[in-house]
């Protein structure tokens, strides 16, 4: 498993319902942190809370957030502006969570390229197949 923390943020129960998706699936590890951004809740607000969960700011760090532009994305923007070690994505799914809880790397940047590789891998559209040959058959027997 990976080194690398990583906080799960965004608006709303965003973070906890990931974390209660992923329990059903798989044991999130333990330098996995889930923070909700509530209604109510200020930019610096949040901020602090980043700040409890991070401790050594020198460790690798991936924020995955629910929104580009949204403030969970931009406070950990702003964290990652001033250190270099720290990376944060955007949009990805519980499918790319998942799959990057048993990721081996422990360099932030590669950790979040395939959170968001792996993400648009298994970002689908359902499509029903339309049957090729939509005549009825041609039976010589007449049934």
Do not use: R
Request: net charge negative.
């Amino acid at each position: 498993m990976s080194s690398v923390q990583v906080i799960v943020s965004g608006h709303g129960t965003f973070a906890s319902g990931m974390e209660g998706a992923l329990k059903l699936l798989a044991k999130a590890p333990d330098n996995w942190s889930f923070i909700n951004f509530a209604e109510g809740m200020s930019d610096k607000q949040l901020a602090a809370k980043f700040d409890e969960v991070l401790g050594d700011k020198s460790q690798q760090v991936v924020f995955f957030t629910d929104l580009a532009g949204g403030t969970p994305y931009k406070v950990a923007a702003t964290l990652a502006y001033q250190h270099s070690n720290f990376q944060v994505v955007a949009g990805c799914n519980l499918g790319s969570l998942l799959e990057t809880i048993f990721s081996d790397s422990d360099n932030a940047k590669e950790y979040a390229e395939k959170l968001v590789t792996v993400s648009k891998q298994g970002t689908q559209l359902f499509e029903t197949e339309t049957p090729k040959n939509t005549q009825p058959a041609d039976d010589a027997d007449g049934i």
